[in-house]
């Protein structure tokens, strides 16, 4: 059975840092992976989607990258901002069309 | 306009009693979603939809039921509810066609049974 985690369950950092939020998965047999972010009491936002066939995507400051051999995925933030603080959240879609989220990485940035 | 939206945003009801959550969206996606989502437990898919004539069960269908009206429409239904399915729902849409399955969200429906 495919189980997603996310560590640390949350994270505070000083502006201006990078940092890497990580999510692991047990299954290697995904379709592809997507990066969410979560503000309170909102819906949730995609913020890249990686095919099961790519290594990375980037958007911005965000960079997310896929290692299926080792069942992980990082997103890492450039240069972080009080605005960036949300909760992040990883969905893996497996071969059969399931979609399971991580529990969420809950980041604050302080100013 | 919102892509995906849902309603109502909120709703109190009483156990035992029917209810139903509404999605719509404009996206012309042919896929639709339900999820709900639990502190501690993240989200987890109800039902989904790949087209009109297509359901599905996700991880946790028991004591829910879906109909697709429309390619643009998904509704959730509870038929009798009970204090466990307080909970946020969120409606999704995603496009093989498109952004590779991207999943886009509605704002979400707080949920509350006394």
């Known amino acids: 059975k495919q189980e997603v985690t996310q560590i640390p369950a949350a994270l505070s950092v000083p502006e201006g840092e990078n940092l890497v939020l990580n999510c692991s998965f047990t299954?290697?047999?995904?379709?592809?992976l997507q990066w969410f972010r979560q503000d309170p009491g909102k819906g949730l936002t995609s913020l890249l989607l990686?095919?099961?066939?790519?290594r990375e995507q980037t958007s911005g400051r965000l960079n997310a990258s896929l290692d299926k051999s080792s069942g992980r995925s990082t997103l890492y933030i450039a240069a972080s901002q009080p605005g960036d603080s949300a909760t992040y959240l990883c969905a893996l879609k497996t071969s059969y069309d399931k979609v399971i989220f991580g529990p969420g990485t809950s980041l604050s940035v302080i100013p | 306009d919102a892509d995906v939206t849902q309603t109502p945003r909120n709703r109190i009801t009483k156990t035992g009693k029917r209810i139903m959550l509404e999605c719509s969206q404009t996206k012309g996606h042919d896929r639709m979603y339900w999820y709900r989502q639990d502190p501690g437990l993240g989200l987890r898919l109800i039902y989904y939809s790949f087209d009109v004539k297509d359901i599905n069960k996700g991880e946790i269908s028991d004591g829910y039921s879906v109909s697709r009206q429309a390619q643009a429409k998904f509704s959730l239904s509870l038929e009798s509810a009970i204090p466990n399915q307080t909970a946020l729902y969120f409606c999704?849409?995603?496009?093989?066609?498109?952004?590779?399955?991207?999943?886009?969200f509605g704002p979400g429906t707080r949920l509350t049974v006394l």
């Open positions: 990686i095919q099961s066939s790519q």
């Open positions: 299954d290697s047999a995904i379709y592809n």
């Open positions: 999704a849409t995603s496009d093989l066609r498109g952004a590779g399955d991207t999943q886009y």
